[in-house]
């Protein structure tokens, strides 16, 4: 976490990762207008927020802002994606749609770093923190895998389907079972949120939808486990054929 004016812009231009920021309310126009402007050309999370929680957070010397630094260093997805190619090989991308919890997320990571994920896909905004948790829960897979952090997912299916890229997601709704269907070749798989699942916006440009079977009465795998199952079938047909 760092805070102060200067110290802030002078680390989201210098190119740092910078997960979020806190923005107080009411701080001058002159202030507002760069941090906003920096914000919307790196791509930050910014939230306005009373002073008395910057305050709490590193007492009275913040200026008006705090920030908070990432754990990893963000990737471009537009360059991830020709990249991959051109190691000649096969396109695996996971796609987070409102996962919030840190240990969700970093058993997740774990899970995709194992399984030959080459980049977890995330948003801006509405996605959980990469802290010191996540990297715990991870194991140390979320320091070799990539990170993308996109402004749009819906954007994001669209450049991966413009690459060659199958782009799929579990739902409980869906028709197929995870083991019926066909995930060689480039594949990316978008995982919804336990209480939500994925949003429609979203679930409208997925290529196809799969269901995960079971057998007891519990509404649905945690999520986390779900990756896991799915991203272990992906590799198993990939490895078999």
Sequence with gaps: MIYGRHPILDTI?????????????????????????????????????????????CGQNHQGVVAFLSMVEYKNLEDIIPFIYEQSSVPLFLLLDGITDVRNFGAIARSAELCGVQA???PQKGGAAINEDAMKTSAGALSKIQVCRVSSLKKAIDLLKLNGIKVIGA????????????????????????????????????DDHFLIPQVGTTDSFNVSVAAGITLYEVMRQNRSK
Excluded: H, W
């Design 13 to 57: 231009n210098a190119g740092g990762s910078v997960d979020k920021i806190f923005l107080q309310k009411n701080i001058s126009k002159e202030f507002d207008s760069d941090i906003r402007q920096a914000c919307r050309q790196f791509g930050i999370p910014m939230q306005y927020v009373p002073k008395e929680k910057l305050n709490r957070l």
């Design 120 to 122: 977890i896909i995330v």
């Design 171 to 206: 739902s409980l709704q869906a028709k197929t079972e995870l083991f019926d269907m066909d995930m060689v070749g480039p594949t990316a798989i978008v995982l919804g949120s336990e209480g939500a699942g994925i949003s429609n916006d979203v679930g409208k440009l997925l």
